[in-house]
């Protein structure tokens, strides 16, 4: 079983992850990491932080001479900003008196439930933690899970399918390198120059306005064998521990897999994807793919299609109304620098997350502490399946 830890606060030292059960026999390029770490700082909408980080990781533990040795992996990586913050964020108590409290909680983030759980009078101490900042480590951590299914074949990609209003017109008969090559040139992340122009637009409108920007993301997955997941056991379903880990994203609010919502409203006889069998390819395949590649809680061996909505951020620089958790007063949310929109970001977030998980699952079929394990174990299985 692959699993990891987060730990750091937004404006802290480092951004630290911990990855437990990463197979031995891996070869592990931190360029790569490096490279998605840089697409999740990309996009229109951002705020003044990305133009003060660079993100980039260092490993301290679990690889050698470039490869992974099946003991945890440990990546690291430093917030330039704390030398703004190292008074204000630091753990000596003397520094205490430096520090301004923040106590107007911003309705929709973290800041209320957080300091009323946690009994604690200072909204930083929340909301340090609480920041999308975490998902840097989502990021490394899922980078670092792509570099055991791309040896198998597996990619996975993620790009916006709405923000606001606007919805991009994906053109559904791209390849997944054609469509990597039009959302990573798209200041937006999207394959619709048309929309791009629309969403700019209506970004710039929210700056103005000091309003802020939700969205939707898509994560497709290819190359994946049937059976990633199972159905006999509720917590082993693919399904539910992507729709879990997507959750647990700052700011989702829905993860629909295939037509999602819509499927409630379709007939079954127009909704589920019908079976043939090629006998060339000794394979069975389907005629049209609106599970999104999940029946029963495993892989069908389509493609996979996630989509996850993302709410507006909370932080609004002209706030909504709120009151002051000391004094009781009634006032307006705290205001600090943020983003307008963050959904270019989310995509290569959510990428990342679909990424880890499917590793996982990837790894429990599979099993085995070594690449050369895993890859007798697939070979074998892919075997039984063609010969079925
Ligand atoms: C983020 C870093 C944060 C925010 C954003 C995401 O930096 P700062 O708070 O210093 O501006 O830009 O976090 C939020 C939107 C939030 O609600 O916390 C990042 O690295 O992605």
């Known amino acids: ?199 700019i637009a209506e970004i710039d409108e929210c700056k103005k306005a000091g309003d802020t920007l939700g969205g939707v993301v898509e994560v497709v997955a290819t190359g994946l064998p049937v059976g990633l997941g199972s159905h006999v056991q509720w917590d082993r379903k693919l399904d539910g521990r992507l729709a879990y880990a997507l959750l647990s994203l700052q700011a989702v609010k829905g993860v629909e897999l295939g037509l999602g919502f819509r499927a409630a409203a379709a007939r079954g006889s127009a909704l589920h994807d019908e079976i043939a069998h090629d006998p060339v390819a000794r394979r069975f395949t389907r005629r049209s793919n609106n599970s999104g590649g999940t029946e029963g809680g495993m892989s069908t061996g389509e493609p996979l299609r996630v989509r996850v909505a993302f709410k507006p951020l909370s932080t609004l620089m002209r706030p909504l109304r709120s009151a002051d958790i000391r004094t009781k007063a009634e006032s307006v949310g705290n205001t600090e620098r943020s983003d307008v929109c963050a959904i270019p970001a989310a995509a290569v977030i959510a990428e990342a997350v679909v990424a880890f998980e499917l590793a996982n699952a990837f790894v429990e079929k599979f099993g085995g502490d070594s690449r050369a394990e895993i890859a007798r174990n697939y070979a074998g299985y892919l075997e039984q399946v063609r010969n079925f």
């Open 1 to 199: 079983m692959l699993r990891f830890l987060t730990a750091g606060e937004s404006h802290g030292p480092e951004l630290v992850a911990v990855v437990e059960g990463y197979p031995a026999g891996f070869d592990i390029d931190l360029a790569k990491i490096n490279y998605d770490l840089a697409r999740r700082q990309k996009g229109y909408g951002r705020g003044g932080r990305m133009a003060i980080e660079r993100d980039e990781v260092r490993a301290v533990s679990g690889i050698r001479f470039g490869r992974s040795m099946g003991s945890p992996i440990t990546l690291i990586v430093e917030n330039r900003d704390f030398k703004n913050w190292h008074k204000r964020m630091s753990v000596d108590p003397a520094d205490r008196a430096a520090a301004e409290a923040v106590t107007r909680p911003r309705p929709g983030h973290a800041d209320l439930a957080g300091v009323l759980k946690y009994n604690l009078d200072d909204i930083r101490d929340v909301l340090e933690r609480a920041s999308a900042r975490e998902t840097t480590m989502r990021v490394a951590v899922g980078s670092l899970a792509k570099q055991i299914l791309e040896p198998f074949g597996v990619m996975t990609l993620g790009y916006v399918a709405s923000i606001g209003a606007t919805e991009a017109r994906t053109p559904a008969d791209l390849s997944l390198e054609d469509l990597n090559r039009l959302t990573e040139s798209s200041q937006v992340r999207v394959a619709d120059p048309e929309a791009e122009r629309a969403i």
